[in-house]
């Protein structure tokens, strides 16, 4: 995206550590209280920040804008990373289980999020704004599927 847009390498620095800053600053908050735990709402709000950020990514090409947006995904990112590994470590005798599982998630989706992304760009001419926005369509289905599952196995 950086080359695509002309953004220097100081501009494409800061819109990573703001994403990150977003991760830390939800970790923090969230990670001292369980109310949010399980809650239907809080899923909904935090990958409802996703919309904004894609927007701000696509239709606008002033920094601050993608400053907003990077924020906005690392919001996104550290709740679904808090909330993922939580849930894995509530299941009794399993933990281990269900924390590799997660891990594996995470990781196998960070190499493979990168792969088919360059796959896709090289093969079919499509912008990169539009690619993200199917990807973050899928992944949040994906999440939802993965907590009604979580949420039904720890009610039995």
């Known amino acids: 995206m950086g080359k695509s847009e002309n953004l220097s390498?100081?501009?494409i620095g800061n819109v990573n550590s703001l994403m990150y800053l977003g991760i830390i600053a939800i970790v923090v908050i969230l990670g001292?209280?369980?109310f949010w735990f399980f809650s239907i709402n809080y899923l909904i709000v935090f990958q409802l920040l996703v919309l904004p950020a894609v927007l701000f990514f696509v239709f606008f090409s002033n920094p601050a804008f993608y400053f907003a947006g990077a924020v906005l995904?690392?919001?996104?990112?550290?709740?679904?990373?808090?909330?993922?590994?939580?849930?894995?470590?509530m299941f009794e005798g399993k933990k281990?289980?269900?924390?590799n599982i997660n891990e594996s998630m995470v990781g196998l989706g960070?190499?493979?999020?990168?792969?088919?992304?360059?796959?896709c760009i090289?093969?079919?001419?499509?912008?990169?704004?539009?690619?993200?926005?199917?990807?973050?369509?899928?992944?949040?289905?994906?999440?939802e599927l993965v907590y009604y599952s979580l949420?039904?196995?720890s009610v039995q």
């Open 110 to 119: 960070l190499l493979l999020s990168g792969l088919i992304g360059l796959l």
């Open 122 to 143: 090289r093969m079919i001419s499509v912008k990169y704004s539009f690619l993200s926005g199917i990807v973050i369509v899928v992944g949040v289905v994906i999440i």
């Open 73 to 89: 995904l690392g919001f996104l990112n550290g709740f679904t990373f808090l909330s993922s590994s939580s849930y894995s470590l």
């Open 96 to 99: 281990d289980k269900y924390i």
């Open 9 to 11: 390498p100081f501009i």
């Open 151 to 153: 949420k039904k196995k």
């Open 32 to 34: 001292r209280w369980t």
